[in-house]
């Protein structure tokens, strides 16, 4: 299975938002990786057909899914980041609602409810009203959603967001133990997250891919670019406009700061065995 974005193209007014992406997915977990307004919702909503394309073409083994419409839809799943909430309704019947557009018969969408209640761990609540559940709670409903119909394409936009670690952490590894002969795309801010996940992963900025890679691909091509030095307090200013500098840490009772970038300083600072994705999203996506 190989789902093919080719010279896609999104525009709001006059700004693209998406001004010609190129990417290939086959299967396994692709963490999308992009600063605010990179156009990961974009590529999303296209690749969902909830937005209508300014050019180029979506494939799904080749064929246009313009074309396969609902064949499409069928193997499709979708957790979006807006969450338009069914709030007077309980999780089993938002859940068998949601079966009965995707196009389970009855039998099929209760089996499949049980299960992804079990799964998610909403079993026991299953008969509460979305109105009094938790941030996390919803998440996983809107996941247990997705997953309706066993699709396989799965589309999860920031689908930890606003989560505390233990929620995050329960999220990620239902995502994790997810079978790896599906597409999966997740777009996130959590670069842990995408660490911990991604099969691969996808820089994309300003509209358009700038890099892909497993994250020790991405990793070793940032190596030479990552430095550790001494900074006293008042010069720390200084720095920022001169460096991109990441974290700011205490070691051996002095401030330290972490720089990432082509233009390093010569002298006084030190390479670091330790990298991260963190360090590779500031360098190929920080300002
Ligand atoms: N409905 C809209 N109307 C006008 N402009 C829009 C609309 N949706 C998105 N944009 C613009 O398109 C660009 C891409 O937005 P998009 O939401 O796809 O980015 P993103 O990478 O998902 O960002 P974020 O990480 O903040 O969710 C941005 O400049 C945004 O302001």
């Known amino acids: 299975m190989q789902l093919e974005i080719r010279n896609l193209k999104k525009r709001y007014g006059n700004q693209w938002a998406l001004n010609g ?8 977990v692709y963490g999308i990786l992009g600063s605010n307004g990179a156009g990961k919702s974009t590529m999303m909503n ?24 609902r064949d499409y839809r069928k193997i499709l799943g979708y957790m979006p980041q807006q969450q338009g909430f069914y709030e007077q309704m309980t999780a089993d019947t938002f859940l068998f609602y949601m079966a009965r557009l995707k196009g389970l018969n009855r039998k099929q969408a209760a089996a499949e409810i049980d299960q992804l209640l079990q799964v998610t761990g909403l079993a026991g609540e299953r008969h509460k009203k979305l109105s009094g559940y938790s941030g996390g709670m919803r998440q996983r409903v809107l996941l247990a959603q997705a997953m309706l119909g066993n699709p396989k394409i799965l589309i999860l936009d920031e689908p930890t967001a606003g989560l505390d670690p233990k929620e995050r952490i329960r999220i990620r590894n239902f995502i994790s133990s997810l079978s790896r002969d599906r597409i999966i795309l997740l777009a996130t801010h959590i670069v842990s997250d995408i660490e911990s996940i991604s099969d691969r992963i996808i820089m994309m900025k300003k509209g358009k891919l700038i890099g892909t890679g497993t994250s020790a691909d991405l990793m070793e091509r940032v190596a030479d670019k990552v430095r550790e030095m001494p900074c006293e307090t008042e010069a ?11 974290n700011v840490f205490q070691r051996d009772g002095k401030t330290w700061v972490r720089l990432v970038g082509d233009k390093l300083p010569g002298e006084g600072c030190y390479t670091t065995d330790h990298l991260s994705l963190e360090d590779v999203y500031l360098y190929f996506l920080g300002e």
Do not use: A, C
Not at 21 to 28: E, K, N, S, W
Not at 46 to 69: A, M, S, V
Not at 238 to 243: L, S
């Open 21 to 28: 992406l190129t990417v290939t997915f086959g299967p396994g």
């Open 46 to 69: 296209l690749l969902t057909d909830n937005l209508k394309r300014d050019g180029g073409e979506i494939l799904l083994d080749g064929i246009d899914i313009l074309k396969l419409g």
């Open 236 to 246: 720390l200013s200084g720095m920022q406009k001169k460096y991109r500098v990441g």
